[in-house]
C-alpha cells in the first residue's frame, strides 16, 4: 500500500472497508486556515445559539444511532447492540454541555481585596484545538470532547485513528448537519511528521489525545516544549477489590462485563481482580465458568458477546502478552490461544495467581484477558491496587456500603466505583493519575480545560 495511503479493515473478515489519502501539506494548511477563520466568526455565538445546534447534534445521534452503530461494528468488532448504544450515550453529552454550558462558564464576581474595585472571573474560548482520538470508542472519545470544546466557542480538528476514519468522517457531518459552520469540526488525515508540526503551530492553542502512555508523552512533550495546553486520557490497568462479603453469583456478572464490554478494548476495563483469600477458589471457579460461557463470534449478529479485537496488530500483542505473563509464573485457568478462524478474535482468557512483578500486572492487556491476584487482607487489596504504574479507575465490591466507600477513597485512581464497573458520565470528571495522565473530560472540569479563566479587575 502507498505511503500516502490508509485503509480501514474489517476485523471480522479482515477485508478492506475503505482507503484514504493522507492530505498533503497544502492541504493541511487549508484545513488550519479554515478553523482559524471560523474560530474568529464562532466565538462571538451565543451560548443560546451553540446550545440549538448541540441539541440538533443528539437528536441526530439518537436518530442515527443504528447508522453509525453499524459502521463502529464493521470498523472495530464491536457486538452490534455495543455498537449501536455509543451514539445514544454520545446524546448525553451533547445534551448536558447544551444545557449547562452557559451556567458552568457564567462569569462571576469576587472580593477584590481592596475597596474602589470590581473583580470578575470570566471564561473565554481558546480557539483551533486539536484532538488525536482513538479507535476503541470512535464517537464517544470525540463527543465527549466536541460536546465540552464547542460550547466553550472554540473549533476543533480531529485526527482520528487510521482504522477508525470512516467513524470520523461521520462525525464531522453530524455537525454540519445539525447546523454548526462548516469549519468547526474538521477531520485531518495526517502523518505522525505533519502532526508533530501542527502541535508546533502558534494557531493551535490546545492539544487533547486519549491513547498509549507512549503517545501521551510524545505528544505532551511536544506541546510543552511549544506551551501548549494538554489533557492525556492513556492507559489503564483498573484493579477491583473482592471482598470475602459479597454474593459471587451476582458480583461475577459484573466483573465478566467489566472485563470484555468492547472486546475488551477499554482504558476503563476491569483487568485486574483483586480477591480476599477467603474466597479466592471460588472465584476464579465461577469466573471461568461465566467467561466461557461468552459467545463469540461475528459481530454484525445479536447474540454475539465477543466480537474480534480492532486489529491483528492488537490481537497478536494481547496473545504475545498473555504468553509471557504466562512464562512469568501466571496461571491460564481458560483462553489463552489464538482461534483457528478468519478475523482478528480472541477468546475470553482467565489469568489466576498473578503477582506484582508479573507482565499482566505491570502491563495494560488491551483485550479480553481477566487477571487475578490474592490478597491477605483489605490493606493489602488497597496495597496492591496502587502499586501499579496507572491510575484510571477502579473499584470494590462488598455488601457493607460504608466499608466499600472507605476502600474506594483509599484507591489512587480518578474514578472509584463501589458495586459497580467504571463508567464515564457527562455529569462527572473522567480522568487519572500517573502513568493514566492528566486534565479531566466531563462535567465543569472538562469545559474549564479548554476555556482562558481570566481575572477582570476595574477601578
Given amino acids: 500500500m502507498p505511503e500516502n495511503k490508509i485503509q480501514s479493515i474489517n476485523p471480522t473478515s479482515e477485508e478492506v472497508l475503505k482507503e484514504f489519502d493522507l492530505l498533503t501539506d497544502d492541504q493541511l494548511e487549508q484545513k488550519v486556515k479554515k478553523a482559524q477563520d471560523t474560530y474568529t466568526k464562532f466565538k462571538g455565538t451565543s ?25 463502529i461494528t464493521l470498523e472495530i468488532g464491536r457486538p452490534i447492540q455495543q455498537g449501536i448504544s455509543e451514539p445514544k450515550k454520545c446524546a448525553k453529552w451533547a445534551n448536558w454541555y447544551a444545557e449547562n454550558a452557559e451556567k458552568l ?13 470590581t473583580a470578575l472571573v470570566v471564561h473565554e474560548p481558546l480557539g483551533v484545538l486539536l484532538q488525536i482520538a482513538p479507535f476503541n470508542y470512535p464517537f464517544l472519545q470525540c463527543l465527549r470532547f466536541l460536546s465540552a470544546c464547542i460550547m466553550a466557542g472554540n473549533v476543533a480538528l480531529i485526527r482520528h485513528s487510521h482504522n477508525t476514519m470512516m467513524s470520523a468522517f461521520l462525525i464531522e ?89 468492547n472486546n475488551g478494548q ?31 463470534g461475528d459481530p454484525m449478529k445479536e447474540e454475539t458477546e465477543l466480537g474480534p479485537l480492532a486489529r491483528r496488530d492488537l490481537r497478536d500483542n494481547v496473545h504475545e502478552t498473555t504468553q509471557k505473563a504466562v512464562k512469568e509464573g501466571a496461571r491460564l485457568l481458560t483462553g489463552g490461544k489464538i482461534p483457528n478462524r478468519k478475523g482478528f478474535f480472541y477468546p475470553a482468557t482467565v489469568l489466576a495467581d498473578v503477582t506484582p512483578d508479573n507482565t499482566a500486572f505491570k ?46 477513597r483509599k484507591m489512587n485512581v480518578g474514578l472509584a466505583f463501589v458495586n459497580r464497573i467504571v463508567t464515564s458520565s457527562p455529569q462527572y470528571p473522567f480522568g487519572g493519575v500517573k502513568a493514566s495522565g492528566y486534565g479531566r473530560e466531563c462535567g465543569e472540569e472538562g469545559i474549564l480545560e479548554w476555556v482562558n479563566t481570566k481575572s477582570l479587575i476595574i477601578k
Fill in 266 to 296: 477499554s482504558c476503563t476495563s476491569a483487568k485486574r481482580f483483586i480477591v480476599l483469600k477467603g474466597i479466592y477458589d471460588q472465584f476464579c471457579d465461577k469466573l471461568v465458568q461465566k467467561m466461557n460461557e461468552l459467545k463469540m
Fill in 105 to 117: 462558564l457564567k462569569e462571576r464576581s469576587v472580593d477584590p481585596g481592596e475597596a474602589g474595585k
Fill in 47 to 71: 451560548f443560546e445559539e451553540r446550545s440549538k445546534y448541540m441539541k440538533r447534534v443528539a437528536e441526530l445521534l439518537e436518530h442515527k444511532a443504528e447508522e453509525y452503530g453499524k459502521t
Fill in 173 to 261: 457531518s453530524l455537525f454540519k448537519e445539525a447546523g454548526f459552520p462548516e469549519g468547526v469540526v474538521q477531520v485531518i488525515l495526517a502523518s505522525k511528521d505533519q502532526i508533530s508540526r501542527l502541535i508546533a503551530d502558534d494557531r493551535i492553542m490546545g492539544v487533547t489525545l486519549t491513547g498509549s502512555v507512549k503517545a501521551g508523552k510524545n505528544v505532551a512533550k511536544q506541546a510543552g516544549e511549544n506551551l501548549k495546553p494538554t489533557v492525556m486520557e492513556l492507559g489503564g490497568s483498573d484493579a477491583y477489590i473482592i471482598c470475602e462479603d459479597v454474593d459471587l453469583d451476582e458480583v461475577i456478572p459484573e466483573c465478566v462485563k467489566g472485563r470484555t464490554v
Fill in 363 to 408: 502491563e495494560e492487556i488491551f483485550g479480553p484477558v481477566a487477571s487475578v491476584l490474592k490478597a491477605d487482607n483489605e490493606m493489602h487489596a488497597i496495597e496492591l491496587c496502587n502499586a501499579s504504574q496507572y491510575g484510571l479507575g477502579g473499584g470494590v465490591f462488598t455488601k457493607d456500603e460504608k466499608k466499600g466507600e472507605q476502600i474506594a
